[in-house]
């Protein structure tokens, strides 16, 4: 199982969604960034090598906001084995730098809300609802 860090980044209430390339894996699905935490890494380091890598970005982690595992069963067939996928979700509400898109088909700001009429890669699905839940909430709470 691989241990993946993945980064919901928040702006002015969006959220950053970014499109996997048309070659890769999942091609033109709709992810959070980030990526697989390396052997001496905690998933907070991780994240911040990842989005600074995807993004050129020095990313300031929140707190972690969801963790799963997930296995994609298509990988699991055959000699592939690599479909499982134990996933820490944190919250970035800041970062320093300009967003350059280094590693995806496109980037876009939306509302969480959005995100759920998007392609979203099927790993991410249930971050994308508990966030959408979460923000109205949130909402709710602060119109009490």
């Given at each position: 199982?691989?241990?993946?860090?993945?980064?919901?980044?928040?702006?002015?209430?969006?959220?950053?969604?970014?499109?996997?390339?048309?070659?890769?894996?999942?091609?033109?699905?709709?992810?959070?960034?980030?990526?697989?935490?390396?052997?001496?890494?905690?998933?907070?380091q991780?994240?911040?090598?990842?989005?600074?890598?995807?993004?050129?970005?020095?990313?300031?982690?929140?707190?972690?906001?969801?963790?799963?595992?997930?296995?994609?069963?298509?990988?699991?067939?055959?000699?592939?084995?690599?479909?499982?996928?134990d996933?820490?979700?944190?919250?970035?509400?800041?970062?320093?730098g300009?967003?350059?898109?280094?590693?995806?088909?496109?980037?876009?700001?939306?509302?969480?809300?959005?995100?759920?009429?998007?392609?979203?890669?099927?790993g991410?699905?249930?971050?994308?609802?508990?966030?959408?839940?979460?923000?109205?909430?949130?909402?709710?709470?602060?119109?009490?």
């Amino acid at each position: 199982m691989k241990h993946v860090a993945v980064g919901i980044i928040v702006k002015n209430g969006d959220v950053l969604a970014c499109q996997r390339k048309r070659d890769a894996r999942y091609a033109l699905k709709w992810e959070f960034p980030g990526g697989k935490v390396e052997a001496g890494e905690s998933a907070r380091q991780a994240l911040v090598r990842e989005l600074q890598e995807e993004l050129a970005i020095e990313a300031v982690v929140d707190r972690e906001f969801f963790r799963q595992e997930w296995v994609y069963p298509e990988s699991q067939t055959g000699n592939h084995r690599d479909g499982a996928f134990d996933v820490t979700y944190f919250l970035v509400s800041s970062f320093n730098g300009t967003l350059v898109n280094n590693a995806f088909e496109q980037i876009q700001w939306t509302t969480p809300a959005s995100l759920l009429g998007m392609d979203i890669l099927e790993g991410n699905r249930a971050a994308v609802e508990l966030l959408v839940h979460h923000v109205q909430k949130s909402q709710e709470a602060k119109s009490h």
